[in-house]
Structures are given as structure tokens and as C-alpha cells.
């Protein structure tokens, strides 16, 4: 088929009616994509076109590839919507289309793409990977749920079970979500997830009832909402493997069975309203089942600009490398290393060129760099590193490494983060970061800056760090669970205090409004150069105090602090706790 | 490195032991490896020989591929020994040297590869993938096995657990074998694996003694031995993935946790003295966990001479194709075809030039050909076939497809097999077939001749088998629970008789010895032209009879049948059943 071409913005433009793209309830339309995106790989600059409508996805004669997807679960064959592997100057513009999805597939793949735009599009599922009910009945130890009528589910072993992708999966864990804010409620937290879930008893109570049973169990409040979560972790809305200059504008992510948006060793990427948000009018209070937005290994610019991540049910944005474990030591200049975390595996993350730092795993400092010669994936666990150079003689075996050369620079403009589960932005990245006028709430911490090579493996030090002119509005209304202050730095080094270097440099906070029903407002550890200036705080009455931290500022181990001009909002006056000394800092 | 290269049988000789390949215990070679076979990529014609010895390798380290192996459990990265991509001329010698695997993994992966051998060398699994015991006491409803000594097992949840890889693995099967003939015993078959085994209840009885209990449990005799069936079809010793003039030499398996050989899309194999056989002197009863060898979708010609296929648990040969069900009619030339049965997956069945049947799912029959132009991989489940001509205006949504191009000849000469658990030869292919000077044992029907595109869809039908100066030895000792008769040619069609075309044709069975202790010989349906001639049938009396078959030969829906000269040892009258008519063939 010869598409229809035509000159406009210095694209070639493809319409994707003419491979058969239909916005009409029933049809699949990943066979016309599919043939659609073929005929633009043989147009340089090709723009893809879609008539405003609502186009429906299903993942049965959809592309398949397997994939490993970091922070995601891994190992499998994923089906894809539109997969665009090496493009350069492609734009797909959906012109405000919807596109729907059925069930397990990833919307949209892009591998080593370049100067590629995605744009005016709508993101969603017809069945979410979720479900929903409200509490209706509470006891000493139970509670009931009420599905909403029509409802398919079984209660079954001890377990409910939905279906989702043609399966029925089972419930491991519910989140409460608050029927006035449509956000976590107060002191949710993941108390009913997990471990925690796998002690409740489950039985039926009536047609569309649930009872919940336990002793000790976390009582929700009667009228929230509780988000029943199954399924796995696979289906990100947007994977992006690799590549450079990617744009992503005008984007509504109302679902997706995983991320946002995930991408890995990318290099320059600018997301200008992209919304990870609810759809209006829906009674659904979920919408990506896991973060909003995640950047893992990629360098460049990462520009954040006019987005909204609301009621995803993890993280609004995430930028980190991993560290990963050295697993011996092969001849002078090779070794051989580990991905130890799920879900870091089959990630490449060095290539030749690239600077290797040496870490040790209870300081997670530096002690030394070197330059990667050649890397060799042996398997999703294991990779081969050649060094120009030969090994520091003291790299021991259960050391980590991490990579010096991906760490992108981050800015964060005019963003709007709510009402989603656990923390705000979730930075681990050595390149200059920026966050400015946003306006941040989340149940955990704010802004969270951490790196750990025990647990998640996610590096690194922060070098410089700008967080000015935002909005921090009622942060950690669920806590300790998801941060202790609505900045929250604290790097995973058990006894900071006893290295003589510290982790994390140069973060200022500045010119920020905090408006809070609590006390924290920051802690950290291991920060050489933190400055605290020109912030306003202010007091709330949204919720009760908790009261996890006894101070509003409370920093270990750390170097260079500066905390001046700010202003408390009820006058009184602010003892800080720097480094085990009260400090009076009003 | 540099390799030392030998001139020598017009091959360059690169030495394993220089990239430090170790026959050393406890010593992984699977680097070495990779790095000798990554040499030997840039020389023309290499020979990669190793010092005769024990290597051992793990999976660890070994490189990984996602891979699509036919009639195995599917899905998966699957770690690989020895990975050769897109060889010519190639060769690897172990010069008899054993390769012992340790856990999950394919020592063997020949993708595309042309003119290359393997020869001289022995595979083995440290610790394989069952497990056995012997049965210590019968009741009416119950018995004990008991393991040997120090075996490290697990009775939990009414399950034993066995380890293999790391993991613990649960019993889903149990195989009973004779103790003096180390076969299968008398009528055991599968009768307590899969469904009948999820019935029975498992107790330990004492250390290292394991009571099942079931009501009307079948019982197995005291004294045999218990093979203890757990873990996945997921590592054959040897997977070919298309390719041509590939050969095998001398090669013995003793154990893989798959088949011995699958090869897949392969032209001209030649398998010589490929052993699949016990360890002489080993108390392991089983070889490999499935077939000893098989064939999908290949062509050219199949050499399988001199080999010995014993006591693995499924066929010791299967030549077949795949058939496809059609999907969906798209336009005039193009078929979505999806392939159906879980372990064919992945398969790409058909490529340009090939000719296509389509066939009736409830005749078998060709109802029209057709010639492909272009074949898409839509993911594992559905291909896009696109034609050189016009569909057949009767091809409907749920008739089968399969290739007509892609079937082999087959030559099996003087080969042994024996002690295995289900069939002999399993012949679905429309080339020329060659059984002579074979001598063959199996618990169930010693040829099976089948084709079915309902429940297997395993193609296709036979237009030229000769089998001849073979010896059929006492066949079908667990009947009829895989075949009725010692040549059992049964096509899955439920009313062959009324359609007028057969399903196979040319069947000649020449100048054979059928030693057997029961009654039937051939058993046949839907053949045009078969030949029953010149053969010889004794009598034994190693078990007792079974009087599945009322008569020696029974033949329904067969036209051309030519039953001469035959030689019934106890000189009685013998009648054959002729399309329901009884005749006299004495």
C-alpha cells in the first residue's frame, strides 16, 4: 500500500486510516499499526496520523519481544502495541485520540530511537489491573467490602481472585484510599499488602460483599474506597530502551498494568505534559499501577515540564543507576559482576568508554574509578568487564560498582504531584538537578534522595541538587511508612558518622512554601553542603500529628550545613537537631 | 588470544585447553568455552578438540537465549554450554571426553549452522532430573518406596519434593521399571502420573520411605523400582534450529532433563552411533526426561544409523510437521494462522516458496495447495501467511494448514531400542521412509503412524514407508496405553471410513521378525496401498497376554492391502480383520 503523503511541519505524513486504523468499539487495530509503523520506517521524517477518535488495542495479534524491563517483573515475552525500534525523526501525533488497551501489552516501545516525538494521545484500559469497593461494614478485628454491582470476582482458597487479561489473578494487597481527598488515607500506608495480606482471612459475606478477618488487622475507615491490587508488574504504558532526543507531549496516561513511563539507558528525554492522571468523571481513584514516571542508567537531560502524576500506585518519578555486585575477580583488568536486585536483570549497564566507580557496601563511597574496555552480557545475571586499566588491587569480591558516566541531569518544572501511593521524586542521579515550581504532595516523603547497594540497588550520590520556588503542601500523611520528612535524604549507610567522607553533596532547598499538618520538614544523613534558606512554613490542619520527627530539621553526619532566613509560620521558636546538637535556627 | 592451529583433516585445529578449558572437578568451564567457540568463529573450517577428560559446567555463567524449542515446555531463557550460531564447516571433537551439566540448561545449541559436527564426547547430569526409589511394601490400597540412602527429599503439603538446580521440584509422576529387565513394567504405563497421581496421598512413612496411598491406587511390584517423575521439559542435551548437513557422531547421553536431540526448520541431519543410553554400570533406570530424538518441520534427509535409544521417558524418534489452525480470512491472499498446541509455540512453520496444505479438521484430507509469498511472525501464537495465489474460497476459520514442503525422508538402519516409557517410530512425514535392520522393544506400539489436528497437531500423512529386516521384540508390554498393536497406524480421524480418499498411503512392512507375546501385529485405518509381506511371527512368552487386539492384523478404511507369505510360527490358521470382514491369511 502506498501511503497518502503530504508535506506539513518537514514531515511526510502517514495516515494511519489508510493501513486500516479504525476508532470503532470491537475492532483491533494492532494489525494496522503494525503495518502503519512498517511503511513509515521506509519515509525519512514520517509523521503518523491518527483521526481523532477512540482506537481500541488488543494484545492477541500483537508484536511480541521479550524484554527486560528494569523495576519491573521480570523475564518474558511482552506484546506491544506500537513498537518502534531505531527510528530517527519519527512523530506519531494521535491528534487527542484515545487509545484503549485490552488486557497484558505494553502501548509503547521505542528501542534506540532518535529525535522521535510522541504526542496528543490518550492512554487507557478497558478493565484496569485493579479493582475497587468501598468499606461498608467495620468490627474489632473485620471489615467488610462492597464490590459495585456487576462485579466479576471469586473468593476461592482464602483468596479473591479478579480477572484481568483472560485470568483470574488473586489479590495480594489492598491500599484505602480516603472517599473525600480520592488519596491514600491518613496512616494507610501499605499496612494491608503483602506480608501483611498474606495473614488476613477472606470470606465471602454476601453477593459482592468481602470480609476481611485478622487479629490485628488495619481497620480502613467505613465510606473509603479500598483498591484491591493483583497481577504483576509488566505492562508499563511507555518503555523506552536506549535511544537519544525523545519527546513526549500531551500525554493523558489514565491506566497502565505497570508504569508510566520507564525509561533505560536513554540519553536526553523531555516529557512536556505528560499526565499520568485520573480520567475525568471516572470512579476509579487508580491510574498507572506502579510509578508515574522512572529513569534508570540514562544521561543527558531528563526535562520534566507541565505533568501531573496523580493516584498511581507508586512513585510520581524516580531517576537512578544500579549498583551492581562484583562477583570475582578475573585476571588483571577483568570482573566478572552481578545484577543482584529481580529487577535490574538483563540491564546493560556499561558500555566501553564509561567510567566505573568502586564502591564499598557499607559506606557506598568511591575508593575507586576505572574505564570500561568491553562488556560481555553473559546472561540476565552476569556480565563480563574489561578495564583499560587494571583493577584496584583492593576491588574485593561483594564490592559494587556503579556507573559514573549515565547519570543524567534532571529538571523538574511546573509540575503537580498527588495523591498517589508512597513518595514524591525519588532522585539518585550525579548530574545537576533542578526542581522548581512544583507543587508537591504525597503520602511519604516530598522529594526522597537515598542510594543503597543492600536492598534495591539503586545508585547514586547526588552532586548537586536545586530545589526551589515549589510547593510542598501536606506531604507524609502516611508515616513513617514512606519517608520521615517531606525531604527526605537518607542514603541506606548504617553508621554514616564513622566515614570521614560523606555520600551525598551540595543539595539546596530554597525559596519553597511548606504548608504541613506535622513536624518534619527535613532529614538527611551523609550530606556535605546542605543548604536550607528563604523557605516559608507553614501549618495545616488537614490531618492529625504524627509526630515522627521531633524536630523539623534534623541532619547526622553531615558537613557545610547552612540554614538561614526562613520563616515558621506560627513564630515560635525552631530548634533543629544538626548533628546531634540542638540549634536554635528561627 | 591466540589460538594454536594444527593443520589437520583439512580442519585448524583449535585446542580447548587454551582458553582454559579444565577436566578438573568442581571447575566451571562454561567461560572457557564461550571464549574457545568465540575464536573459533573467525577461522574457516575449525576443529575445536579437547583433551579427552570430565568438564563440568553450570548455568551460572553460561551465555542465555530466549528460545521457542519445539514439543518442550515452552517460554523461557534457557542457559546453553555450547551456543553455535550461523556456523559453516565447523567442527567439535571431545575426543570422548564426558561434559557433566549441574542444573538447568542446554549443553548443545546449533542455530543455522551448516556443514558442522559434533562428535566423540558424553553428556551427562550430575544430578538428574528424577528421582528413584524402590517399592518396600503393597497393601491393598497403599505402598512404600524406599529411596536410597542419603537422598534429599521433602514430604510437605501431600507432595515429595525433590532438588534440581537449586530448587525444589515436586513429583508429579511416577514411572514403575521391572527390576530384572530394568524396562517398564508389565502394564504399568502412566497409570499414577499426571491426573491419576494428583489423586493419590503422600505420607512419609519413616526417613527416607514414602507411603502413596489412593483408593484403587495401581499398585506397583514389590521389588521394582519407583522413577519419580518432577520439574519441566525445558533443557534438551541437543537443539538444532535450522540449519543444514548437520551431523552427530558417536555422541552418548545419558541424561537430559529433555530429549536427547529436537531438531526444528533443519535440512540433511545424519545422526551416527548418537546413543541415548544408561551409564554402563550406573543404577540410574532412566536416560533422558523425553524423547530420545525429534523432528519438526525439517526436510532433506534423516539419517539415524547405528544408534541405541534406551530408557528414556518418551519416544525414542518423532518425525512430524505442525498443523495450524486458520485464524482469520484477511482479504484475498492473506491468512492469520495461529498455532495451537502449547508446545509448538514460537515455530515459524512456513517461509516464502513453501507449498501449503489445507486440510479438513475432521477428514485430515488435502482439499487444496498454495504457495507462500510471504510469512509474518505476529508473536508465538499467529502467523501472517500471504499467498502467490487467491485463497480457496473454501478455506474456513478453523481448517489446519500444514507444509507440504518442509517433510523429510527418513532412513532408521540398525538401530536398537528398548526399556523406553510409550512408542517406538513415530512417522509423520510425506517423504521417503527407510525402517531396516532395526531391532525393537518398546512398552508400547514399536511404529506408530498417526497425524492429528485436533488434540497434537502434529502432521502429516505418509506416502512412502518401508519397513523391513527389522525385529519387533515383544512390543506393547503397557497396552493400550500407548498403541494397540506392534505397528499401530492411526490417524486422528473419527470416521475415516467415510471419506472416500485415505489419510496415508504406501505402507510396506517386508521380511520382518515380530516376536510377541500377544496377539496383534498391525493394527491400521485410513491407508491406500499396504503391504504385509514375508514376515515372520513367533511367539514368546516373556509376558502374559494382554488380548488387546482380537486379531493380528486389523485394518478399517484401507484400500490396496496385500497381505502374502507370512510365517506364523505356531502354524495356526490366522484371520485378519479387513475393513470388518474376516479373512483368511494363513
Known sequence: MTPDRHKGDNHMIVRAELFGAKPEQGFDNTLAVRSALESCEEID??????????????????????????????DGLRRIGFLLTGRNGFTID???SEFIFHGPMIPFVMEDCSHTTIRNLVIDWEKPMFAQGTVCRIDAESFDIQLPEGAYYKVEGNAVWFEYGGKLEKVWGLNEFDKQTKAPAYQSGD?????????VRVEEAAAGVITYRGDNIKLPQA???????FGRREDPAFFIDGGEQLSLES????????????AQKCTHIHLREFNVMLRPGTDRLVTAAADATHFVNCRGQIVIDHCLFENQLDDPCNVHGIYARIAERLGDNRLLIELVHSMAKGILIAEPGDTIEFVRRDSLLTYAVSTIKDVKALNKDYLLLTFEQPLPSDANVDDMVGNATWNPDLTVVGCAVRSNRARGFLISTSGNVLLEGNRISAPGAGVKISGDANYWFESGAVKQVIIRHNEFLDCNYCCPDWGRAVIDIDPEIERPESFEACYHRNISIENNVFATFDVGIVYGRSIDGITFANNVITRSDSYPLHNVMQYPIQLYACKNVNIVSNQFADGTKIIALINDVEVDIT
Chains 1, 2 share one sequence.
Open 45 to 74: 521524517g514520517a509523521k503518523l496520523v491518527f483521526p481523532q477518535g477512540v482506537y481500541h488495542f488488543w494484545p492477541d495479534r500483537a508484536i511480541e519481544k521479550h524484554l527486560f524491563i528494569s523495576n519491573h517483573d521480570q
Open 94 to 96: 494521535g491528534q487527542g
Open 191 to 199: 499496612r494491608l499488602s503483602w506480608g501483611a495480606y498474606s495473614k
Open 223 to 229: 465510606g473509603n474506597v479500598i483498591v484491591m491490587r
Open 251 to 262: 500525554i493523558y496516561v489514565h491506566h497502565a498494568p505497570g508504569m508510566g513511563l520507564i
